[in-house]
């Protein structure tokens, strides 16, 4: 007897650890062993400045922008619903789980009623009575199959998955005003250049002016650079239309009312940066993008295995205990109390028309669309850095190229100015060389701006703010999120 009820309750744990979900493993992915550009991309670590997860931004080493992404992460409205978003998928997360315990309730009732007296089976008819019914039931599914368990398991993965999808639009969002930032400033530097060459346009002319007076030019040389002095005028204000733009955007980005929202000019200088560094395998680790995808695979995984519980039976057991009486005072004495054990339920699906077939297929179906979902995102990370890469590469080089460019326009410049001096050429000269230097000034200007945006896409691109990996940076504190938002506990990735 004693063996029999040994073999009995190994059986029963054998059962309760029967686990119906394939075993998890992450897709396989062929990636290639480096980035296809030149440089120090084909070896090196991920290196992030500071160091510190989340503050990408501070290589530029700008206050002005720092302070703007402190109010992001406090303001955002975006980002207050992606943390609503992390905080519902782990309240699911937790209601799938729930099954695992047994489930408890308490039913009172006070009921008063009087049969009739005509019934002649009736014993002590036409008497009004009391029922006072006090009883605790308490309910339990034994979970043999692991039904409950892959649910808990696919609810957990989806809660990692949207705490992923909360780092991933925080680093869509703070490089979106980066780079908004950074074309604002560019904004900001030409304006500057265009009233500089405005007030040395408005010296020449006065300059034309008396020399004119004096009959050492003609009339026409003045018109000239009239003309030249009243197009870089409106060139400028053509400018601080498209920094007005810029200005709304980022108060949008801020949850700003956008009338009421101003950046201050001033001076600009694009500071050299140090790009973060990685291989293609390790965007496995840090895109979150990718995490979230991966995460989502595991969800769907662990939902075959629901789906394959269904073909067996489950087992649910009951236990219930109280008092019932006619008399308040009675309600305490054992004589009153009742007792159940039970139901002791079994249901096994015999004939549901194909349903539970249809059902695991149906899983099946979704898991091989989650592995496509998941690969395609890892080879649109992949191909995401290759293009802000090749991107900052071909940047760097036209800025250098027009570097020279501008060097050799302002010695052009200087020329023509000494020989106008001289009386050897015409005013005309003089304009077409400043009209050249001011296009090769503009010109660098642009691409010191566009080099600084297109590093904000590659780090972007990279992962954003993370350090080595998504499973080092899950384990330090998120990034400092202010009321009314707050950053949701890390969850370890599982991979």
Not at 54 to 61: E, N, S
Not at 132 to 139: S, T
Not at 146 to 170: K, P, Y
Not at 308 to 326: E, W
Request: aromatic share 6%.
């Amino acid at each position: 007897m004693r063996i029999f009820r040994m073999a009995c309750c190994g059986l029963l744990a054998c059962l309760c650890g029967c686990q119906m979900a394939p075993r998890f493993a992450a897709p396989a992915i062929a990636l290639p062993d480096q980035f296809s550009a030149q440089g120090v991309w084909r070896q090196a670590r991920p290196d992030f400045g500071d160091g510190q997860p989340g503050a990408w931004w501070r290589v530029f080493d700008d206050p002005k922008l720092d302070g703007l992404m402190q109010r992001l992460l406090s303001q955002n409205l975006d980002l207050a619903q992606a943390v609503s978003r992390v905080d519902a998928a782990r309240e699911m997360a937790r209601a799938a789980g729930a099954g695992l315990w047994p489930s408890a309730s308490l039913r009172q009732s006070v009921q008063r009623d009087r049969t009739t007296g005509e019934l002649a089976f009736q014993f002590a008819g036409g008497r009004s009575r009391n029922q006072i019914f006090n009883v605790i039931e308490l309910q339990y599914e034994v979970d043999f199959w692991g039904r409950v368990r892959n649910r808990r398991s696919a609810g957990r993965a989806r809660a990692e998955a949207a705490q992923a999808d909360w780092h991933q639009a925080l680093v869509l969002l703070q490089s979106d005003l980066a780079a908004r930032y950074m074309e604002l400033r560019t904004q900001d530097a030409q304006i500057e250049l265009l009233k500089r060459t405005a007030q040395v346009r408005e010296h020449a002319v006065k300059l034309a002016q008396l020399r004119q007076q004096r009959g050492d030019i003609a009339a026409i040389d003045v018109a000239q650079a009239q003309t030249d002095l009243l197009e870089t005028q409106a060139e400028a204000i053509g400018l601080e239309r498209r920094r007005m733009q810029l200005e709304q955007t980022i108060a949008l980005l801020l949850a700003e009312p956008p009338g009421q929202f101003r950046i201050a000019a001033e001076a600009w200088r694009p500071s050299a940066i140090t790009l973060p560094r990685a291989l293609p395998a390790e965007l496995l680790q840090r895109r979150a993008d990718v995490l979230s995808a991966l995460r989502e695979v595991e969800a769907l995984n662990a939902e075959i295995g629901v789906a394959r519980a269904a073909y067996f039976p489950s087992l649910t057991l009951g236990l219930r205990g109280g008092t019932q009486t006619s008399f308040w005072q009675s309600v305490g004495d054992q004589n009153a109390s009742v007792w159940g054990l039970g139901p002791l339920a079994l249901d096994w699906p015999l004939l549901r028309g194909g349903l539970v077939r249809a059902q695991h297929r149906l899983s099946k179906v979704r898991y091989e669309q989650g592995v496509l979902a998941y690969r395609q995102s890892v080879l649109r990370a992949v191909g995401e850095v290759e293009d802000a890469l090749g991107s900052w590469q071909i940047v760097r080089r036209q800025l250098e190229m027009q570097r020279r460019t501008q060097q050799q326009a302002a010695l052009a410049l200087q020329l023509a100015q000494k020989r106008y001096d001289s009386g050897l050429v015409a005013f005309f000269e003089v304009l077409d060389a400043q009209r050249t230097e001011l296009r090769a000034q503009r010109e660098l200007t642009r691409l010191e701006g566009e080099s600084q945006a297109i590093a904000v896409l590659l780090i972007r691109a990279l992962g954003g703010g993370w350090k080595a990996s998504l499973s080092q940076a899950s384990k330090a504190p998120s990034v400092g999120i202010r009321p009314p938002l707050k950053a949701p506990p890390s969850v370890a990735p599982r991979v």
